[in-house]
């Protein structure tokens, strides 16, 4: 019996190496053999991840981020295309509001580069501070916002791109199929996440429709907010494909392609699925739902909390709870104990 273990990061509670570590702890304890992979669809802590495969640095170098604080930062030489982490720069774990940040200090990174990974960012921009970077010019009452951010955005009547040089040419990775705006937009989903209320949102979605109607009017373009892979990173992506032209991919399919473990799975009778919470999102373009189109054994969840509608995608679930928020080692430990029970039973 082949028993794999995959974790993606528990995003605000526990990386995915402690994840492992912790699991692999306890199997070590039950005499239970198995292979741990640490996965990623490019988004906060990929850069780690993906060194954990032997991919070699490429550059270390500073650069300021969203808070305006200068950062220390690396890229990696991944099968010879140059990878950065977006999340290094633009990460959940700002120390401002995603209101009061944008994406403009990507710019640097991205003309150093090839391939971006988009997950795990606090901006809700959708590439207004990068576009301003490039030359696009965002007037409020006949005066140009230097550095615009969302709470600027119900102030700007006008937009001028007579200066702007969109002269971009990477690679993208987007960690999410979910679109911009529509149902269940980029702004639903992970709103909350990033510290926006209800009312927040309704209101956002407002003003990032207008301003893209007002950019579409500038540049004569045939935008369209609600395509499939334009929500990642705050609707990033939606920026650096419809109005940079830079191609978008699945970050979780380029995680498995690199790093050869698509190929793997094969060779598993049992995988054990690892994610801080399972939902809906889960399964349009993350790591763990990518993994389980591929898998093929025996399929169970460990983590802290499954809420997806559909029931019959694991073979069995172990959650954390609540408990995991506040205390998620101990939690973990639990769960996996009764993971394990299970197992056993073959």
């Known amino acids: 019996m082949n028993i794999a273990v995959f974790s993606d990061k528990f995003s605000g509670t526990l990386s995915a190496t402690e994840v492992l570590n912790i699991v692999q702890d306890k199997f070590l304890d039950s005499n239970i053999d198995a292979d741990f992979f640490s996965v990623t669809d490019g988004g906060q802590e990929s850069t780690r991840i993906f060194k954990s495969y032997n991919f070699q640095t490429h550059e270390n170098f500073e650069t300021l981020n969203s808070d305006n604080e200068l950062s220390a930062v690396e890229s990696l030489n991944i099968n010879e295309s140059i990878f950065f982490e977006s999340a290094q720069l633009i990460g959940i774990d700002s120390e401002k509001k995603s209101m009061s940040i944008n994406s403009g200090c990507l710019l640097e990174a991205l003309q150093k580069i090839e391939v971006l990974g988009t997950g795990g960012s606090k901006t809700v921009d959708f590439g207004i501070g990068l576009l301003s970077r490039l030359g696009m010019e965002f007037i409020s009452n006949g005066e140009t916002i230097v550095n615009p951010v969302p709470k600027d955005f119900a102030f700007i009547d006008r937009i001028k791109a007579t200066s702007f040089s969109p002269n971009l040419e990477n690679r993208i990775l987007s960690d999410t199929q979910i679109s911009l705006l529509g149902e269940n937009s980029a702004f639903d989903v992970f709103g909350p996440q990033?510290?926006?209320?209800?009312?927040?949102?309704?209101?956002?979605?407002?003003?990032?429709e207008r301003l893209i109607t007002l950019i579409d009017k500038e540049l004569v373009l045939d935008l369209n907010p609600t395509e499939v892979n334009s929500g990642a990173a705050g609707g990033l992506t939606f920026t650096l494909n419809q109005i940079l032209g830079c191609e978008i991919e699945n970050g979780a399919?380029?995680?498995?392609?690199?790093?050869?473990?698509?190929?793997?799975?094969?060779?598993?009778?049992?995988?054990?699925?690892?994610?801080?919470?399972?939902?809906?999102?889960?399964?349009?373009?993350?790591?763990?739902?990518?993994?389980?189109?591929?898998?093929?054994?025996?399929?169970?969840?460990?983590?802290?909390?499954?809420?997806?509608?559909?029931?019959?995608?694991?073979?069995?679930?172990?959650?954390?709870?609540?408990?995991?928020?506040?205390?998620?080692?101990?939690?973990?430990?639990?769960?996996?104990?009764?993971?394990?029970?299970?197992?056993?039973?073959?």
Do not use: W
């Open 194 to 208: 990033k510290g926006l209320s209800e009312k927040d949102i309704e209101k956002h979605k407002i003003e990032v």
């Open 253 to 346: 399919k380029y995680f498995l392609k690199e790093t050869n473990l698509i190929n793997k799975l094969k060779n598993y009778d049992i995988g054990i699925f690892c994610e801080g919470k399972f939902d809906e999102s889960s399964l349009k373009g993350k790591i763990i739902g990518e993994l389980l189109k591929n898998f093929k054994g025996r399929r169970y969840f460990l983590g802290g909390q499954y809420t997806a509608k559909t029931e019959d995608i694991f073979t069995s679930y172990f959650q954390c709870g609540p408990e995991g928020v506040s205390d998620p080692k101990s939690s973990l430990e639990i769960a996996t104990n009764e993971l394990i029970k299970e197992i056993q039973k073959y």
